[in-house]
Structures are given as C-alpha cells and as structure tokens.
C-alpha cells in the first residue's frame, strides 16, 4: 500500500462557507475512511488556508474520484488541490 497526501488549497473564508456543504463532504470522508482509504483529515489552522487528507491505497485513481465527489471541490471551496505521494518511514 502506498500513502498519499490531498492537500486542498481552500478559497478565502472557507472555514465560514462550508457549511452547507460539511455534512455530504464528512460523510464523503467517512465511507472512505471506513473502506480504509482515509487515514486522517483536517484543516490547518493559523492561517485555515489549507486542509490535508491522508490516504492508504494501492492505486491514486481512489483519491482522485474521492476529489471528484467532494462538494467542497465541486462548489469551489477549493479551486486548486494536489496529491501527493508520501514516503513513510515511522508509523
């Protein structure tokens, strides 16, 4: 299995216009984190100007249709986002 970090670069006052949007994209997040994909996610804070999600999976395709699905994509919440391949050494 490979890791992989979604890092979503969020748009201005994210934080305050997701809510219409944070229970599809909690649930989004849930089914894939009960499937074993989504290890952890969140935002960062100080400035909230990113979120990084970090996912298990064999294939990147996984993550890209989870980026795909994802309302906070979708409604513009994050206009610019990336995957990344994580070399783990300590877990």
């Keep these: 299995m490979n890791y992989y970090l979604l ?3 969020v748009a201005d006052e994210y934080a305050t216009r997701r809510t219409p949007y ?10 894939a984190h009960d499937r074993g ?5 969140g935002a960062l804070a100080d400035p909230t100007d990113k979120a990084i999600l ?6 990147k395709g996984i993550i ?4 795909r699905r994802d309302p906070y994509v979708i409604n513009g919440l994050v206009p610019h ?4 391949p994580w070399t783990v050494v300590i877990k």
């Excluded at 944070?22 to 089914?31: F, M, N, P, Q, W």
């Excluded at 890209?64 to 980026?67: K, S, T, W």
């Design 54 to 59: 970090v996912f298990c999976s064999q294939d």
């Design 37 to 41: 994909e989504l290890i952890l996610g």
């Design 81 to 84: 986002w990336e995957i990344r």
């Design 64 to 67: 890209e249709e989870f980026v």
């Design 22 to 31: 944070r229970e599809e994209h909690l649930r989004l997040a849930k089914e």
């Design 7 to 9: 890092i979503y670069h």
